[in-house]
Nanobody, 123 residues
Framework: QVRLVESGGGLVQTGGSLRLPCEAS????????LAWYRQVPGQAREFVAY???????RYADSLKGRFSISRDNGRNTVYLQMYSLKPEDTAAYFC?????????????????WGQGTQVTVFS
């Protein structure tokens, strides 16, 4: 069964950096698009970053160049590298994978995505 497991979250001081990996099962990883999202309790889930199968990234405008998404097809892993972290970056972070036009995790059922990995930025 195909699954996604994000990790790497934790406590980090304001201005610090953190790297989040998301490991995927399956043989078609290199042909898939990948994305990161985040969510604060009481708020809508927010798009963070996207990378297609050719390695082309795009980001939410609000991140102002502080985040970087990359992929390692040999490890079936997508990474979110975060720099200059701010308290407003505190959230649960989630990854997703798309093969063709089908996302592995459905936006119609966010509860099925699990808890993600929690990032807490403090001063």
């Amino acid at each position: 069964q195909v699954r996604l497991v994000e990790s790497g979250g934790g406590l980090v001081q304001t201005g610090g950096s953190l790297r989040l990996p998301c490991e995927a099962s399956g043989r078609r990883f290199s042909l898939s698009d990948l994305a990161w999202y985040r969510q604060v309790p009481g708020q809508a889930r927010e798009f963070v970053a996207y990378i297609d199968s050719a390695g082309r990234p795009r980001y939410a405008d609000s991140l102002k160049g502080r985040f970087s998404i990359s992929r390692d097809n040999g490890r079936n892993t997508v990474y979110l590298q975060m720099y200059s972290l701010k308290p407003e970056d505190t959230a649960a972070y989630f990854c997703n994978l798309k093969y063709g036009s089908a996302w592995l995790r459905s936006e119609a059922d966010f509860a099925s995505w699990g808890q993600g990995t929690q990032v807490t930025v403090f001063s």
